[in-house]
């Protein structure tokens, strides 16, 4: 799950990371109460989107950067009006863009030096790991790219946690000496408490900044948090934005099903991750294109094969159905069952191949056939694939 900048910043703030003072605004009527919160000068006005890239982004009315430095509050009123409402398009969102609905207004901070800081999973140590770099800002991937000599990692062990040698590396590192060192060795390890107590998937700040006056700050924050974790964490589910989702995304969640919406026109219905992505590799090899990833699950029930069904013809690009499942502990006649009644209630007019293999498949199998209903069988993954590419391409 993913929150908005002033969402995170705030986070940040209740773990003792320090933020430049801002304040956040949903109407026009509101920005008056919020830049009253901050002090007279320089102002920084910035679109809340669940995308990066915002300052470079252009509004599709023209209007370029989702990020302004203001020279007043007057001239940030004025430039959150255009803002607000309107849809920004950046690197991250597609051509489509993101509708601007929340603004937030920060002091303009006088900035010595950007720096880059993240701590996320390193899958591969299974520990938690802290990138950073002396390159921080907006060119970061490029710095990636690039000069990837100049990013650096620290892993850390989680049974003991965040160790001083470790910050001390990652200060020295970074170049802080002095009282910079001081403010930047608090940063970091209230940053790692708060990656560790909330369950986040990630915490990026980019950029992290320092001041003339030896001030280090964290100027923005990206923060994402593990879904399986959020049960644990009721105060940040509440921080959840439907509004930047897909609703086909949302609407798949509240029926326990994992959705991700692709660019295809091959909807897939499959159980388990694993099944899930070598069918839509096996649709991409035999010339189709995958319209999402959708998995059901291990024991999905006829209810939820029907929301499937609804949820994929939500989308209108879909031109095919492709429904492959293996049985393991799922019963291939209870997933047929759900098929046969989901075709009925949707009045399903589009191609739908269906391959079932494992649990109690004669009894699937025997129940799509006498349903009387259009439903193509495939005899194994490849050929049901194969099938449903040129069903879609007739009828195109």
Same mark, same amino acid.
């Given at each position: 799950?993913?929150?908005?900048?002033?969402?995170?910043?705030?986070?940040?703030?209740?773990?003792? *990371?320090?933020?430049?003072?801002?304040?956040?605004?949903?109407?026009?009527?509101?920005?008056?109460?919020?830049?009253?919160? !901050? @002090?007279?000068?320089?102002?920084?006005?910035?679109?809340?989107?669940?995308? =990066?890239?915002?300052?470079?982004?252009?509004?599709?009315? =023209?209007?370029?950067?989702?990020?302004?430095?203001?020279?007043?509050?007057?001239?940030?009123?004025?430039?959150?009006?255009?803002? !607000?409402?309107?849809? !920004? %398009?950046?690197?991250?969102?597609?051509?489509?863009? $993101?509708?601007?609905?929340?603004?937030?207004?920060?002091?303009?901070?006088?900035?010595?030096?950007?720096?880059?800081?993240?701590?996320?999973?390193?899958?591969?140590?299974?520990?938690?790991?802290?990138?950073?770099?002396?390159?921080?800002?907006?060119?970061?991937?490029? +710095?990636?790219?690039?000069? @990837?000599?100049?990013?650096?990692?620290?892993?850390?062990?989680?049974?003991?946690?965040?160790?001083?040698?470790?910050? $001390?590396?990652?200060?020295? $590192?970074?170049?802080?000496? =002095?009282?910079?060192?001081?403010?930047?060795?608090?940063?970091?390890?209230?940053?790692?408490?708060?990656?560790?107590?909330?369950?986040?998937?990630?915490?990026?700040? #980019?950029?992290?900044?320092?001041?003339?006056?030896?001030?280090? !700050?964290?100027?923005?924050?990206?923060?994402?948090?593990?879904?399986?974790?959020?049960? $644990?964490? @009721?105060?940040? +589910?509440?921080?959840?934005?439907?509004?930047?989702?897909?609703?086909?995304?949302?609407?798949?969640?509240?029926?326990?099903? #994992?959705?991700?919406?692709?660019?295809? #026109?091959?909807?897939?219905? +499959?159980?388990?991750?694993? /099944?899930?992505?070598?069918?839509?590799?096996?649709?991409?090899?035999?010339?189709?294109?995958?319209? #999402?990833?959708?998995?059901?699950?291990?024991?999905?029930?006829?209810? &939820?094969? %029907?929301?499937?069904?609804?949820?994929?013809?939500?989308?209108?690009?879909? &031109?095919?159905?492709?429904?492959?499942?293996?049985?393991?502990?799922?019963?291939?006649? %209870?997933?047929?069952?759900?098929?046969?009644?989901?075709?009925?209630?949707?009045? /399903?007019?589009?191609? /739908?191949? %269906?391959?079932?293999? =494992?649990?109690? +498949?004669?009894?699937?199998?025997?129940? /799509?056939?006498?349903?009387?209903?259009?439903? *193509?069988?495939?005899?194994?993954?490849?050929?049901?694939? &194969?099938?449903?590419?040129?069903?879609?391409?007739?009828?195109?």
């Amino acid at each position: 799950m993913n929150i908005h900048e002033y969402q995170a910043k705030a986070l940040l703030e209740k773990f003792g *990371v320090p933020i430049p003072k801002g304040a956040a605004a949903k109407t026009p009527e509101e920005f008056i109460n919020a830049l009253t919160e !901050l @002090p007279e000068g320089p102002t920084m006005v910035k679109s809340q989107i669940h995308a =990066g890239g915002r300052g470079k982004g252009t509004f599709t009315d =023209g209007y370029k950067g989702g990020v302004k430095f203001c020279k007043s509050k007057a001239d940030a009123k004025e430039v959150a009006a255009r803002m !607000l409402g309107n849809t !920004l %398009v950046t690197a991250q969102t597609g051509p489509a863009g $993101r509708k601007v609905q929340t603004i937030y207004f920060t002091v303009a901070s006088d900035i010595k030096k950007e720096y880059y800081l993240a701590i996320l999973l390193d899958r591969v140590a299974s520990r938690p790991v802290i990138v950073a770099s002396t390159e921080g800002g907006v060119e970061i991937e490029k +710095v990636a790219h690039e000069t @990837p000599e100049k990013i650096f990692k620290v892993v850390v062990d989680p049974a003991y946690g965040l160790a001083d040698f470790q910050v $001390r590396e990652l200060v020295t $590192r970074l170049g802080f000496a =002095g009282n910079e060192a001081k403010n930047a060795s608090k940063l970091i390890r209230c940053l790692y408490a708060m990656y560790w107590e909330t369950d986040a998937a990630m915490v990026e700040v #980019n950029p992290l900044i320092s001041t003339p006056s030896g001030e280090v !700050l964290a100027l923005d924050a990206k923060v994402s948090f593990d879904d399986n974790s959020l049960f $644990r964490h @009721p105060e940040i +589910v509440t921080l959840r934005d439907l509004n930047e989702e897909d609703p086909k995304e949302v609407e798949a969640s509240k029926h326990s099903l #994992n959705y991700i919406a692709l660019d295809g #026109n091959i909807a897939c219905l +499959v159980n388990g991750a694993g /099944l899930a992505m070598s069918t839509m590799d096996i649709i991409k090899h035999f010339g189709g294109s995958p319209a #999402n990833f959708l998995d059901v699950g291990g024991g999905a029930t006829r209810s &939820q094969v %029907v929301a499937a069904f609804k949820i994929i013809l939500g989308d209108p690009n879909v &031109q095919g159905i492709f429904v492959n499942i293996f049985g393991g502990i799922m019963d291939c006649n %209870v997933i047929a069952t759900g098929i046969v009644e989901a075709v009925r209630e949707v009045g /399903l007019k589009l191609p /739908l191949v %269906v391959r079932l293999e =494992g649990n109690n +498949v004669e009894a699937g199998k025997a129940t /799509l056939a006498s349903s009387g209903l259009t439903i *193509v069988s495939g005899d194994s993954m490849a050929d049901a694939a &194969q099938k449903i590419v040129k069903l879609v391409a007739a009828a195109a």
